[in-house]
Nanobody, 114 residues
Framework: QVQLVESGGGLVQPGGSLRLSCAAS????????MSWYRQAPGKGRELVAF????????NYADSVKGRFTISRDNAKNTVYLQMNSLKPEDTAVYYC???????WGQGTQVTVSS
């Protein structure tokens, strides 16, 4: 079955960086687009970034453009989210999502605070 396992979250100071990873299994990873979402306390889940199957196309939420980069390694069945210049408003649980399968990972907490 489809499994998505996120890692890499944690506590970071404003202006710092983190890299999230999402290891996928149970499907032909290289054939499908992937996404990252986030959910802040008291708010709905929002799309952060999207990457096509061959990484030829990416899209970002306006709030993270120029600071976050989504990438993938199809040989490792892994999608990444590099987050730079982090702000307190980036604090949220970050989820990996496989659109074709409508499947979510368990989420990883990112807290940006001094």
């Amino acid at each position: 079955q489809v499994q998505l396992v996120e890692s890499g979250g944690g506590l970071v100071q404003p202006g710092g960086s983190l890299r999230l990873s999402c290891a996928a299994s149970g499907f032909t990873f290289s054939s499908y687009a992937m996404s990252w979402y986030r959910q802040a306390p008291g708010k709905g889940r929002e799309l952060v970034a999207f990457i096509s199957s061959a990484a030829g196309s990416t899209n970002y939420a306006d709030s993270v453009k120029g600071r976050f980069t989504i990438s993938r390694d199809n040989a490792k069945n892994t999608v990444y989210l590099q987050m730079n210049s982090l702000k307190p408003e980036d604090t949220a649980v970050y989820y990996c999502y496989a659109p074709r399968w409508a499947h979510w990972g368990q989420g990883t907490q990112v807290t940006v605070s001094s």
